[in-house]
């Protein structure tokens, strides 16, 4: 394993297998919950968080967090008060975000702003002090997750129910919201801001097809979202291709084998 | 001001009562003056309703009568323009013993069918509240889910996944997740809806079985005008106001569904 021998190559291994855990235990709930499109919209605001912060000369992962955060407020606040349709509301959020982004970025001329880096990841460029926070985040979005589950399934499975039964649904959803801005966060790095939700819904999606029960289908996605990471990124080493592209292409191959298998999976 | 005192079960906690001519039992629910208004139409109109512990009341009415609406104001998921509702003897705004309550939704709008969910998952689900957030689930919670399981059948079955079951079976996971949270008065909407006639038989005898032996208040809404006043012990019939109320064969006297449907329904009622 000569590509365990490279500094870069174990903080890029390390910071995506944190996201390879982090993100599809998320994104299970988000799926059946019909809430995917989050994902790609909180990524686009946490960009014009990142042009803010070059702007004002903060850290970008800061910047991306704070203002994915506040998105992910807004989103739940205009979901739920219902005055738009449920997508036009994440379609205003993600071209505002983008458009954000782009002046900020623009204003910021002359500051060397890695916009590439951003938007399609840099994960061999992790630096030894970003593998911290990127270990942080993820590991406090799992958990919550596991800290959670019986409440996010409750309210996952029928919403309705569970308000009459007490559960603070209202809370849940915003958690699960917010759970998404720090899971895009820690993808921004690993493979940027374009590909992160696919890291959320791909794995999920796999497992879906698959599981018997809903603990399964969330072991099945974080093991779906570990072999896409690995294998994608040791396949940029070997074969020097991108590896945000690499392990988002190899998460896809995977849903198609397991919508295959499904055929003759017993369920 | 409606009362249902007829027809409770022989062993529940209110017939000893009722024989000796004592009304001593506390009454579950109530509902004086409700008023429910959604975007200026008046959906419900001043409606009183008592229901005593131990009853079986059966709600009917035509589409758009404020059945479902009537269900969701006593869950307290919608707020009555005017009029109170009390819980257990408290006012809804005070009331906070919501796991006495339990709620069996209609199934097709309560349930997405490709979900990866075992019938010991979703029964489980049903205790969730009752533990309290980010708390696990303990010996008594397993206690109660198994339970509820064998007393609604699923028992076998606890392991399949929801989607994969019948329509019939898949009611009683409802009432499963709900029973396991030991309710006192349960509220279903809709629960027989595109069940076959078997499986509605077996969905009925659980409630007959949950009303005997826990005593458990039932209120169920439906527009199977002859299976509701077959299994009722107490008819009350909606259309945005009350129009009946009392014991089945009482209710329906002196053409009340042909009020309360138009006279064509009526013949399609007569068939059954």
Request: proline share 4%; hydrophobic share 50%.
């Amino acid at each position: 394993m000569d590509l365990l021998h490279y500094g870069f190559m174990q903080r890029a291994l390390l910071a995506g297998a944190v996201l390879a855990v982090a993100a599809p235990a998320v994104g299970v709930f988000l799926v059946l919950r019909r809430l995917s499109p989050i994902a790609d919209t909180l990524a686009h605001v946490a960009l014009a968080g990142v042009a803010a912060a070059v702007l004002l000369g903060v850290s970008p992962a800061v910047g991306a967090l704070v203002l994915a955060a506040a998105g992910a407020m807004g989103v739940e606040r205009l979901r739920a008060s219902g005055r738009l349709f449920g997508e036009a509301a994440l379609a205003l959020f993600l071209s505002g975000g983008l458009a954000v982004a782009l002046v900020l970025l623009s204003l910021a001329r002359g500051v060397n702003a890695d916009l590439l880096g951003y938007l399609f990841g840099a994960v061999t460029a992790v630096r030894p002090e970003e593998v911290w926070w990127i270990a942080g985040l993820g590991l406090a979005a799992v958990g919550t997750v596991v800290a959670f589950y019986k409440d996010l399934f409750a309210v996952t499975f029928d919403e309705e129910s569970a308000r009459v039964q007490g559960v603070p649904v209202d809370a849940l959803n915003l958690l699960l919201t917010l759970l998404v801005s720090v899971t895009v966060v820690v993808g921004m790095r690993v493979v940027g801001i374009l590909l992160t939700s696919a890291l959320l819904v791909v794995p999920a999606l796999s497992a879906l097809q698959l599981a018997r029960s809903f603990l399964e289908a969330l072991l099945m996605a974080v093991g779906f979202g570990v072999v896409s990471v690995v294998a994608g990124l040791a396949g940029s080493f070997y074969f020097d291709v991108a590896p945000s592209g690499a392990v988002v292409l190899i998460s896809i191959g995977l849903f198609a084998a397991s919508t295959w298998a499904s055929r003759w999976w017993r369920r | 001001m409606l009362s249902l005192w007829d027809g409770l079960p022989r062993g529940a906690r209110m017939g000893d009562g009722r024989r000796e001519g004592v009304r001593l039992e506390p009454v579950v629910a109530e509902l004086e003056h409700v008023c429910v208004d959604f975007e200026g139409e008046r959906v419900l109109d001043r409606v009183d309703l008592r229901v005593p512990r131990g009853a079986f009341v059966g709600v009917i009415g035509p589409n758009g009568a404020g059945k479902t609406t009537l269900l969701r104001v006593l869950l307290g998921l919608v707020r009555p323009s005017c009029g109170h509702v009390r819980l257990f003897g408290r006012d809804i705004n005070a009331f906070r013993d919501w796991h006495r309550m339990g709620y069996v939704p209609q199934r097709a709008v309560a349930f997405e069918t490709r979900f990866p969910a075992t019938v010991r998952e979703v029964v489980l689900s049903g205790r969730a509240g009752r533990v309290g957030l980010g708390r696990r689930f303990g010996p008594r919670d397993h206690a109660a889910v198994e339970w509820a399981l064998r007393t609604a059948g699923l028992w076998d079955v606890r392991d399949r996944l929801v989607g994969k079951l019948s329509g019939g079976q898949q009611q009683r996971v409802f009432v499963a997740r709900a029973m396991a949270n030991e309710p006192d008065l349960l509220l279903l909407d809709e629960p027989t809806a595109g069940v076959d006639p078997e499986g509605e038989e077996r969905f009925y005898e659980l409630l007959r079985s949950l009303r005997r032996e826990r005593g458990t208040t039932l209120v169920l809404v439906s527009h199977d005008v002859a299976a509701v006043a077959r299994e009722v012990s107490q008819l009350v019939c909606l259309n945005r106001t009350l129009f009946c109320h009392g014991a089945p064969e009482e209710a329906l006297r002196d053409g009340t569904l042909d009020r309360l449907y138009g006279a064509r329904h009526l013949v399609v009622s007569h068939r059954h």
